[in-house]
């Protein structure tokens, strides 16, 4: 097919054939692109890597679940910062468990009730002291098969397994369940190298990793030690996930413009080589103008990470915020053990708990609610209605965070300050801090009154203002009127 034009004549193929073509290019470079974001790294720690085997794990990569977990990885993230705030697995002696069973001469009582999927376990010896922290992608299985067997394989010949004496002499092991190894993994970790408990041997990932999964578990880890550290490290990947959306798309454009041109050579075309060049940059040059012209383009990688990442992931904590007080005193169990902290800073971690998880029930609940009314109250946006929403809701979050920290401390400090010495209630404590909650209450809704009484007056200005115009209008139309009588009066007398 040729077409024609006023500069040149550039052959191509048929639209149907063109747009095959290209769906193709599409599909390929997903998988590519994928296949170097999912790659393992078979060479972890080599001083000369080997391209070919560089090759070999990004084309083994490039599968379809491949690139559906590289799509997915935010998920891994949302349960960090979940679990961050859930269970408090910044440190080891504030964690909240979700379960324990215990060991004694080798045998389990309660093992049967641990859920058979992934999680991290601490075993806590006779004295109460965590000695070993582990994880699997099967607590139950790892040990019944794992530990248990190993221990009277070891004993039955004579030798030392590494909990033998915790397994004897009697343990409690408590566990944390987790959706995903990766997660599971990265708690480990990073509470191995807080802990350093006696029994582990070594920190886990804590080098370059081999597989995908551990490659992931390890930045999740390196990001631990508290949400606002983990919510960075999010936004870091979700910044990696812009730029890989973008160089998808200059890749996708630069070998469908490289096809073009050697269709239109093999077809008989007469353009030259500078002038092939320079349309071959026009066109990635008008890509990156659309990116810039276009910011929603540029946000979606960053959205598409955020709703992976942060969508629903506070519902497990949300019986939690139903009430302010009820949330800052399971926040206070949470961080109590913390003998180091001072007052000031017990307080400030507590109210960032309240208020990060807080807001973030609230704005992830309004998030589809967002998303819905804007699709149906301009359906052309349809398209980007997921990620204005979570604009939205972005800025909402920021707004109602700032909001809450006006009060929110000073209810964290009463539960600090209570005694349960006092005569005063748990129900007393509640409710004068609910009375905290009522007085910044009547002050948003004085603030809210005095805008509505602003707007109103606005609009009786405004009102006024149209209604005097209208009278102007009025008068202006009369005196013409009464200008049109008398000249008409004038002109009869006059015949």
């Excluded at 930045?219 to 990947?237: C, E, P």
Aim: aromatic share 6%; net charge neutral.
């Amino acid at each position: 097919m040729t077409t024609a034009n006023t500069a040149e004549v550039t052959h191509s193929f048929s639209p149907l054939t063109n747009a095959i073509v290209d769906k193709a290019i599409d599909n390929v470079t997903r998988k590519l692109v994928g296949g170097v974001r999912n790659k393992n790294n078979s060479q972890a720690g080599s001083k000369h890597p080997s391209v070919k085997i560089t090759i070999e794990d990004t084309l083994a990569a490039t599968s379809a679940k491949d690139v559906m977990e590289v799509a997915n990885r935010g998920v891994d993230w949302k349960e960090m910062i979940s679990k961050s705030l859930s269970h408090g697995i910044s440190l080891l002696s504030s964690m909240q468990y979700d379960g324990q069973f215990t060991v004694k001469d080798g045998i389990a009582e309660g093992l049967h009730q641990v859920p058979g999927k992934p999680g991290v376990y601490v075993v806590f010896d006779k004295t109460n002291t965590p000695v070993y922290v582990g994880d699997s992608a099967n607590i139950r299985s790892r040990w019944h098969a794992g530990h248990l067997n190993e221990n009277r394989q070891k004993l039955s010949n004579g030798e030392q397994y590494k909990l033998s004496d915790q397994l004897t002499e009697g343990c409690v092991v408590k566990f944390i369940s987790c959706e995903s190894k990766e997660t599971a993994a990265a708690i480990e970790a990073h509470l191995i190298k807080e802990a350093q408990p006696s029994v582990n041997a070594r920190e886990e990932l804590l080098n370059q990793q081999g597989t995908r999964s551990n490659i992931e578990a390890k930045k999740m880890k390196d990001a631990s030690g508290s949400t606002a550290s983990l919510t960075a490290g999010a936004a870091k990947a979700a910044a990696e996930n812009v730029g890989w959306s973008i160089l998808e798309t200059l890749v996708s454009t630069c070998i469908k413009a490289l096809k073009d041109e050697l269709v239109d050579i093999v077809s008989g075309g007469k353009t030259k080589l500078k002038d092939r060049i320079k349309r071959l940059f026009n066109k990635i040059w008008s890509v990156i103008a659309n990116i810039l012209k276009n910011p929603g383009s540029i946000l979606k990688g960053i959205f598409e990470f955020i709703v992976n990442a942060f969508s629903s992931a506070i519902r497990k904590i949300y019986q939690l915020a139903r009430n302010i007080y009820d949330l800052g005193y399971a926040a206070w169990q949470l961080y109590k053990g913390q003998k180091t902290m001072g007052k000031a800073e017990l307080v400030a971690k507590i109210s960032e708990t309240i208020i990060t998880s807080g807001c973030l029930v609230i704005w992830d609940a309004l998030d589809p609610i967002i998303e819905a009314n804007l699709t149906a109250l301009i359906p052309p946006i349809a398209p980007f209605a997921p990620y204005f929403a979570a604009t939205i809701a972005a800025i909402g979050f920021g707004v109602s965070s700032h909001y809450l920290s006006g009060f929110v401390p000073q209810i964290v400090e009463k539960i600090v300050n209570f005694n349960p010495m006092q005569q005063q209630s748990l129900a007393q404590q509640r409710s004068a801090c609910e009375q905290l909650v009522i007085n910044a209450e009547k002050e948003l809704i004085m603030i809210n009154g005095l805008e509505d009484y602003m707007r109103s007056s606005q609009e009786l200005l405004l009102d006024l203002s149209a209604q005097t115009k209208q009278l102007e209008q009025h008068q202006a139309i009369e005196h013409f009127s009464i200008e049109d009588r008398l000249n008409s009066i004038s002109l009869g007398a006059k015949a």
